[in-house]
């Protein structure tokens, strides 16, 4: 199956996500470490929100898998983006 590299742009709303949900943000971050080239996050405080991007290289079923199943959580919210190649 073909890899596609793809940015996965993740909101943390602070005040919806519980503990829990930020934890199992992290475990499915770890579960897919294999497709993950990078992971930057940043704080937001101004907006009591977290910016996380996420750079990956996998085939397509497993980006949706990822933003699908982190989509899901509570308070967090997520938007992929694919490169052209």
């Known amino acids: 199956m073909e890899k596609r590299v793809a940015l996965i742009g993740i909101i943390v709303s602070n005040d919806l996500a519980d503990n829990e949900s930020v934890d199992k943000l992290n475990q499915i971050l770890h579960e897919y470490r294999n497709y993950v080239i990078g992971r930057m996050g940043v704080p937001y405080n101004e907006k009591n929100i977290g910016i996380i991007s996420v750079a990956v290289d996998a085939p397509s079923d497993i980006i949706n898998a990822i ?19």
């Open 67 to 85: 933003s699908g199943k982190l989509g899901a959580l509570q308070g967090i919210h997520t938007k992929t983006l694919y490169a052209r190649t």
